[in-house]
Structure formats: structure tokens, C-alpha cells
């Protein structure tokens, strides 16, 4: 019997210790798994979305793919407020209304990139991302005279390719931090009550030009970023001169601050 009981006990200890190296081994390979994770997050490419600033300047950005209800009717509630916005456009939509890429230089508005016919960008090879962005821009370049430094991808959607070639064009890709989701069909309130809720100084925020409650939304908007001390200026006035970095948040930074 005492045999028995000496020969349970080996094999408690024997059980208990492999359990004890394989409770360690998991341990081990759910943080190892996290550092690989966070780093992969550190160094993939990241687009600009939202910028580190010492004042409280915000840029209010439009993107312009399908329809054309509101464009004139933003120009003139924006140019009330003397507020000039970045209007991010498709060659497919200023081949269709070229009037209004004109009226939106001539108010003083960033006509900036967004793809020439609105691809889904991470699934083009380097060559096409180029000849996508460069189609566009010289159609933009060709009503206003300025050749875009910005673009923004459809749908949102990038990889590490999509931001090294817009990168290697001199260009800057740019993203949002705040979302209006305009395009959701929000009321004008739930819209205002959205963007003023979450801008901080250096926000990228993001509407529709043919959204259908953004034009009822956006003098609330203006008045409340006013009020509260913000200046809201073009994307291109927003981000960083000289030496910077894209932290893991999309946020651009001074070199200095790394």
C-alpha cells in the first residue's frame, strides 16, 4: 500500500511540474507573440491622421467621388466664415463637373487627390497606385494651375506600398481622426454633436460633399470650433515643416519630439 501511495505521489510531482512548464511556456509565448505584434504595429506605414501641434489649428476635409448636390452650397456656407477646407477629389468626378473643381479654387479651397476613378489602392502594384494618382492630379492640375500634394486613398484603405509610392512622389497620404459619418445619414444635430465632441487641436476631420445633412451641420460646426479657439485651416497649412515622424497613431510629429 505504502508502495501505492509513494508511487501517486512521484506522479503528482511529475504532473504538477510538466504543468508548471507548460502554464510557463504559454506565458512566454502569448507576451513573445505581443512584442511581435507591437512591433509590426510600430513599423508599418502609416498615413497622416492627425497632426502634433502646440496650437489649436483643425482642418475640416471633403471628399468629393460621386454626386454634387451640396459642393456650391458648402463653398458658400465656408466662404461665410472665411474658413478655407481641403477638398479631396476624384479624376472621374472632375472630369464629370469641372465647374465645380474651378469654383472651389477660385473660393480659395484645397482641390487635392483622391484617386482617379476611386480603386481599391492596396490591391495595385506601385506602377498602377502611380499612374492612378498622376491621371488624377493632372486633371486637377489642368482647371486650377496646382498640382496636388495630398492624397487620400478610396475607401480608406492602404498597406506599406500604397504609402511608400505616394511618399516617393512628394506626395503626403492623408487619413482622418475624426469621422463625421455624414455618409450614414445623421441628422445635421448628430453630426455637429460627433466632430465638436472629438476634435483636438491638429484633427483631420472627414465629410462628403454630397452628404445630405452635412450642409445644415456645418455653420454649427464652424461657430463651435470658433468658439472655442480653434483655427481651422487647409491640410496643407496643418502638417508639420522640416523633419518629422508618423508615430504608431498616424499622428505627425517634430523630430524633436521622438
Known amino acids: 500500500m505504502q508502495r501505492v501511495l509513494n508511487s501517486l505521489k512521484r506522479h503528482k510531482k511529475a504532473v504538477s511540474a510538466a504543468a508548471l512548464l507548460l502554464i510557463v511556456a504559454l506565458i512566454f509565448g502569448v507576451v513573445n507573440s505581443r512584442v511581435i505584434i507591437g512591433a509590426s504595429a510600430v513599423n508599418r506605414n502609416l498615413p497622416v491622421y492627425c497632426v502634433q501641434r502646440d496650437d489649436k489649428c483643425v482642418s475640416l476635409t471633403f471628399d468629393a467621388a460621386w454626386g454634387n448636390e451640396d459642393t456650391e452650397q458648402l463653398i458658400e456656407i465656408l466662404g461665410k466664415y472665411d474658413i478655407k477646407a ?68 478610396p475607401y480608406g484603405e492602404y498597406d506599406d506600398n500604397v504609402v511608400i509610392t505616394v511618399d516617393g512622389m512628394n506626395m503626403h497620404t492623408i487619413q482622418w481622426d475624426v469621422d463625421s459619418l455624414d455618409w450614414k445619414g445623421l441628422s445635421a444635430g448628430q453630426i455637429t454633436d460627433r466632430v465638436t465632441s472629438r476634435v483636438t487641436g491638429g484633427s483631420i476631420v472627414l465629410f462628403h460633399n454630397a452628404a445630405e445633412n452635412t450642409p445644415d451641420a456645418l455653420p454649427a460646426i464652424i461657430e463651435s470650433l470658433l468658439a472655442d479657439g480653434y483655427t481651422i485651416v487647409p491640410v496643407s497649412e496643418l502638417l508639420l515643416d522640416g523633419n518629422h515622424y508618423i508615430d504608431h497613431t498616424g499622428r505627425m510629429c517634430p523630430s524633436s519630439a521622438a
Not at 100 to 124: I, T, W
Not at 137 to 145: C, L, P, S
Open 86 to 153: 481641403t477638398f479631396f477629389l476624384v479624376g472621374a468626378w472632375v472630369d464629370k463637373y469641372p465647374e465645380s473643381v474651378k469654383q472651389l479654387a477660385d473660393a480659395g479651397m484645397e482641390g487635392m487627390n483622391h484617386s482617379n476613378d476611386h480603386a481599391h489602392f492596396a490591391k495595385l502594384s506601385a506602377k498602377e497606385i502611380a499612374s492612378n494618382i498622376n491621371a488624377c492630379n493632372d486633371k486637377i492640375e489642368a482647371i486650377t494651375g496646382v498640382r496636388p500634394t495630398l492624397f487620400r486613398c
